[in-house]
């Protein structure tokens, strides 16, 4: 995890991490709060859509440079399929 003020850049492992949890915890790092504290991320993304996208050996075979961006908590949330979770502020580019 890299963090530099209000932006986080983490990785995530496919195989055994869940991703609608991963970015939930990162914008709690960047938001410096719990995460009990956020409100739910389905509010802002089908995060079952999201983590079957992101974790389904089929459809990563399949598909290459997938990238997702979307806004949860005021923060920009964008997940590849490289394996990383960039989290920033909503009007950084």
Same mark, same amino acid.
């Given at each position: ?14 195989? #055994?991490?869940?991703? %609608? ?16 504290? +956020?409100? %739910? ?26 990238? #997702? ?5 005021? +923060? ?12 920033? %502020?909503?009007?950084? %580019?």
């Amino acid at each position: 995890m890299q963090q530099t003020t209000n932006r986080l850049v983490t990785t995530y492992d496919p195989a #055994t991490d869940s991703i %609608p949890f991963e970015i939930v915890s990162a914008v709690a790092d960047v938001q410096n709060c719990e995460i009990e504290s +956020l409100p %739910p991320l389905h509010q802002s993304i089908d995060a079952d859509a999201l983590d079957c996208l992101f974790t389904d050996e089929r459809l990563t075979a399949e598909l290459t440079n997938l990238t #997702t961006a979307f806004e949860y908590a005021g +923060l920009t949330v964008v997940v590849s399929d490289r394996d990383r979770i960039v989290v920033s %502020p909503a009007d950084e %580019p």
